[in-house]
């Protein structure tokens, strides 16, 4: 099985937090904590 790495880029606003991976079109995610956007994140990694 192969692996890959991917950059993601967590930002803090107002709303919480969004996350989203520069290298990948379209993996984007909102959540109210860091660990939910890492959480999310895991999530849409998982092809």
């Known amino acids: 099985m192969k ?16 996350g989203f991976c520069p ?10 904590t860091y660990e939910e956007i890492i959480t999310n994140m895991n999530e849409c990694f998982s092809f």
């Open 23 to 32: 290298e990948l079109q379209g993996y984007f995610t909102r959540g109210n």
């Open 3 to 18: 692996s890959y790495k991917f950059s993601v880029v967590i930002e803090k606003d107002k709303d919480g937090y969004s």
